[in-house]
């Protein structure tokens, strides 16, 4: 079956970089997209970005360019968040989340989430 | 950018009501790229519907979505004790966007 297991709990102070795991399972980790939503505390959902597992290719949402950086690493199957110089507007869930299928690209797979909580 | 807007905010309903979800885009948008996801606290969001309209697997017929252009539904016609939840359409073209959800409560 298909499973996203993601990296544990982050804390980190404002100014400082944060990289979140997704370790992927149950499926050819090249075939489909990878996507990053993050949620803010009692807040909504909010689609950062997407990787093209197969050719590394990315696509940000406007607000994160500069400042967030995916990868991937196809040997163990994993991809990865980076994210700069946070802010305390920045702690939230962070979730990995796959698509459907190949040819429908609506959000079908997703991590458990991973707490990223920005203080000093 | 598309901007998706849900109404309403909160839902107050009794099991076994019917809910009717909205979701109005700012710009028309193609049904095959609208989804609908479930949020229970502290859960990773659940996919209910894609293409507008189609069911994912194992999601109770209950569920029923529709709509085009710029306006969208998702229905839940008889609400069980386990469908009081947050509720977020989605739009997935090239660049993505989420509405700001609609909670269903229990009233």
């Known amino acids: 079956q298909v499973q996203l297991v993601q990296s544990g709990a982050e804390v980190k102070k404002p100014g400082a970089s944060v990289r979140v795991s997704c370790k992927t399972s149950?499926?050819?980790?090249?075939?489909?997209?990878i996507h990053w939503v993050r949620q803010a505390p009692r807040q909504g959902l909010e689609w950062m970005g997407r990787?093209?597992?197969?050719?590394?290719?990315?696509n940000y949402a406007q607000k994160f360019q500069g400042r967030v950086t995916m990868t991937r690493d196809t040997s163990i199957s994993t991809a990865y968040m980076e994210l700069t110089r946070l802010s305390s507007d920045d702690t939230a869930v962070y979730y990995c989340?796959?698509?459907?299928?190949?040819?429908?690209?609506?959000?079908?797979?997703w991590g458990q989430g991973t707490l990223v909580t920005v203080s000093s | 950018e598309i901007v998706l807007t849900q109404s309403p905010g909160t839902l107050s309903l009794s099991p076994g009501e019917r809910a009717t979800l909205s979701c109005r885009a700012s710009?028309?948008?193609?049904?095959?790229?609208l989804a609908w996801y479930q949020q229970k606290p502290g859960q990773a969001p659940r996919l209910l519907i894609y293409?507008?309209?189609s069911r994912a697997t194992g999601i109770p017929d209950r569920f029923s979505g529709s709509g085009s252009g710029t306006d969208f539904i998702l229905t839940i016609s008889r609400l069980e004790p386990e469908d009081f939840a947050v509720y977020y359409c989605h739009h997935y073209g090239s660049f993505r966007t989420f509405g700001q959800g609609t909670k269903v409560e229990i009233k």
């Open positions: 989340a796959r698509v459907l299928s190949i040819i429908q690209g609506a959000l079908g797979y």
């Open positions: 149950g499926y050819t980790f090249s075939d489909y997209y």
């Open positions: 293409g507008a309209s």
């Open positions: 710009q028309s948008v193609s049904s095959s790229y």
């Open positions: 990787i093209n597992p197969n050719s590394g290719g990315t």
